[in-house]
């Protein structure tokens, strides 16, 4: 009986394995939001990295967090590094492209929990004179680990809730 358990335990985890191993090997997650502001107004709160503490989501969840800005305040260049409790992790961010007032495309790399590199896009859409279409939007490699984390957790739930309480509060800032 005993055999039996070991052998049904091996087969049940090679068969997870498996099944982590045709997971995609890339990932990518996105949320929008309609803001009551044309694009010109919304940009500065994305390509000024200091005016993230505003809004991030990631801000609220370790308010004690170190963080350090470097490069310049704003456009391709700025960088901000934190580092923080559990739940946040170590990493940092950079803009690598700045077109105002539609587009900014960070690199977004952290250490800790665990190591990842990935791209940040944020799109402005006008939508009529008075009205934009932001998206949030972040995609990467899937390293073998990562899949195996997600036939138990949905990345798009994990990060997509956290887009979406940003996106609102960035709304909330802008529009107030």
């Known amino acids: 009986m005993l055999k039996f358990t070991a052998i049904m335990l091996v087969v049940l985890l090679l068969a997870l394995l498996i099944y982590a191993s ?3 090997d890339t990932f990518q997650v ?3 939001i309609r803001i009551k502001a044309p694009p ?13 503490l505003d809004w991030s989501p990631y801000e609220k969840k ?4 170190k963080r350090t800005f470097s490069g310049p ?3 391709v260049g700025a960088r901000y ?8 992790g170590a990493g940092s961010m950079e ?6 007032p539609s587009r900014v495309v960070m690199k977004l790399d952290f250490t800790r929990p665990f190591e990842a590199h990935n791209i940040v896009e944020f799109s402005l859409e006008p939508e009529g004179d008075a009205a934009t279409e932001l998206t949030w939007a972040i995609h990467g490699p899937m390293p073998f680990l990562s899949k195996l984390m997600t036939v138990f957790f949905s990345m798009d739930k994990m990060i997509g809730k956290d887009f979406e309480v ?3 509060s960035l709304r909330t800032a802008v529009e107030n």
């Open 73 to 75: 305040a704003a456009g």
């Open 62 to 65: 370790d308010p004690e967090m």
């Open 22 to 24: 045709t997971k995609p």
């Open 95 to 100: 803009i690598t492209e700045s077109q105002p």
């Open 166 to 168: 940003g996106l609102a």
């Open 40 to 52: 010109e107004k919304i940009f500065p709160f994305i390509d000024d990295l200091h005016a993230w």
């Open 81 to 88: 590094a934190w580092d923080g409790n559990n739940e946040i």
């Open 30 to 32: 996105q949320r929008s």
